[in-house]
């Protein structure tokens, strides 16, 4: 069998019918640390977020957003090498020994609590960029309004002077 590497980190390919712990199992470890960085990446990136949103940057918020986009690119591409390990999880954690498996259960376990984190984050976000949308419609509702009060109060459009000394 000759050996598949993967296309962006030359990688040997993972070969689910390994039964050899030694293979796979840096491997898995290795896409654990690096989502777990991933997401904390994203975790500290959101945390700006939040912070530029209750500032009102608008400019540094779609700074902060471009920068987690990249950051989704990698954990995209991450997930994809995870793929295989995903589907066959339970069969591979058994092949491990107790405490190794008891390590990555832990990891995975940390990941999942920081995505939690984020996702909250999101949301209260999410109701604040909402809340402001709001209020920045009815400040213009209130400008359109105050226009139409004082244009009310000045003089019609094409009439002219309604009395004139036209003898001099």
């Known amino acids: 069998m000759t050996e598949q590497t993967t296309t962006q980190t030359n990688t040997p390919a993972f070969d689910a019918d390994s039964t050899d712990v030694a293979v796979w199992a840096p491997r898995l470890r290795r896409l654990l640390h690096e989502q777990s960085e991933l997401y904390g990446a994203l975790e500290r990136l959101a945390e700006n977020q939040s912070t530029l949103i209750q500032g009102g940057d608008a400019s540094g918020l779609l700074s902060v957003l471009a920068e987690r986009q990249t950051i989704l690119t990698e954990l995209q591409r991450s997930n994809d090498e995870m793929e295989p390990f995903r589907t066959q999880?339970?069969?591979?954690?058994?092949?491990?020994?107790?405490?190794?498996?008891?390590?990555?259960?832990?990891?995975?376990?940390?990941?999942?609590?920081?995505?939690?984190?984020?996702?909250?984050?999101?949301?209260?976000?999410?109701?604040?960029?909402?809340?402001?949308?709001?209020?920045?419609?009815?400040?213009?509702?209130?400008?359109?309004?105050?226009?139409?009060?004082?244009?009310?109060?000045?003089?019609?459009?094409?009439?002219?002077?309604?009395?004139?000394?036209?003898?001099?």
Do not use: C, T
């Open 89 to 168: 999880w339970n069969d591979l954690m058994v092949k491990l020994p107790q405490g190794e498996r008891a390590a990555m259960a832990d990891h995975v376990e940390s990941i999942a609590q920081r995505i939690e984190r984020i996702a909250e984050r999101d949301e209260a976000d999410r109701e604040a960029l909402s809340a402001r949308r709001v209020e920045v419609a009815d400040r213009l509702n209130e400008v359109a309004r105050s226009k139409s009060a004082v244009s009310a109060y000045g003089r019609p459009h094409g009439a002219g002077p309604r009395f004139q000394d036209r003898e001099g």
